[in-house]
């Protein structure tokens, strides 16, 4: 079952300059389905940050916006658990949006010169999204009916998808070198494709796309990642927590210490944070420390996510410093991830979920 969330390896924020001064363009949406006063809202998909809300009244909706230089938007209708979303690319000309409630992500959508190079890539993959989209349907009512069988023989179904999925977005990397939206996928592929495969679809990517923000980000993990295994003595890194004061790894020798790569956004490394405050309330005071590193790039997010969970150990937020990228240098691809240490600092066991920290730990001590 894949409840793991993709992790910002690099953490370079992709941020331009907007023109205050020129008008704004308007992003207009025409949906149906949903009744009067639904709530919209626009978020910044790099920052995560939300630029503003709306409501659908008579089917429509529309936004105000600043020119940017080509920036990934998203939009989320609803206010329940699972809003419905849908990515596409700010750039300087009005964009327009037609959907239906239940296929929003499917809409038809006008726009600038990226926003065409992501519509043509979404048509490519479509007939697989909608493969995986009708599977995943079926696992959460299996899920919620606690059918672990069926769960189980859907899970598998999802695994033969994606990696499908994958290997069209590459040959479309591939065949696409001077497109933004290849860099930007390429990224996003570093968790399913190969180190030595990403090498080759970067080094094929055109010089003027190589000069991206997303390429740039591809540069630094090829440049940075390595295989990380047990028995392998701990990277050092010295990262900020949420008061600004800068934590170094080295001062937790003589404890085990559990590193543990998460995001408030991700439903799992939520979900796993509430074994964690159990598993530290046991093991504080015997010489067990557990060390919490987000790849939050929105502070709110990371502080709510903190106080709801009830996080009262070492927290701290990766970073695009000296000595930040620990997710990338740790080769973290998929969250939530954790490396056990010893009070050498050698790594002696990792991805240790739910019951198996428990029983690791009742081990250790």
Known sequence: MRYKFVYP????????????????????????????????????????????????????FSFAA?????????ILIGN????????????????????EKGRIKY???????????????????????????SVNAELIKALEAKDMEKVELLSKQEDTIIPERIALGAKYIKENPNNLISAFTLKGYIAGLPKSEIKLLYENLSPKIKKSEYAKSIFKFLELSADVNIGDTAKDFELPNLNGNIIS????RGKYVLLEFWEAGCRACR?????????????????FEIISITSDKNRKNWESATKQDSI???????????????????????IPSNFLLDPNGRIIATNLRGEKLGEKLKELF
Do not use: M
């Open 66 to 74: 600043l020119k940017c230089e080509p920036t990934p938007y998203g």
């Open 80 to 99: 329940s658990n699972r809003p419905e979303f849908l990515l596409f690319f700010l750039e300087n000309v009005d964009i327009s949006i037609t959907g």
């Open 271 to 287: 979900t796993e944070n509430k074994y964690l405050f159990a598993e530290y309330k046991l093991y504080k005071d015997k010489g």
């Open 107 to 133: 809409s038809t959508l006008d726009g600038g010169e990226i926003q065409g190079q992501l519509n043509s890539l979404n048509k490519i993959l479509q007939p697989l999204t909608v493969r995986f989209d």
């Open 312 to 334: 009262i150990w070492t927290n701290l937020q990766d970073s695009k410093t000296k000595d930040g990228h620990v997710g990338a240098r740790y080769n973290v691809k998929l």
């Open 249 to 252: 790894l080295k001062n937790f």
């Open 9 to 60: 390896i690099i953490l370079l924020l992709t941020i331009y300059s907007c023109d205050f001064e020129k008008e704004k363009i308007n992003i207009s949406g025409k949906v149906t389905g949903y009744s009067d006063s639904t709530i919209v809202i626009l978020r910044n998909f790099d920052t995560q940050a939300i630029v503003d809300t709306t409501f659908i009244i008579n089917n429509k």
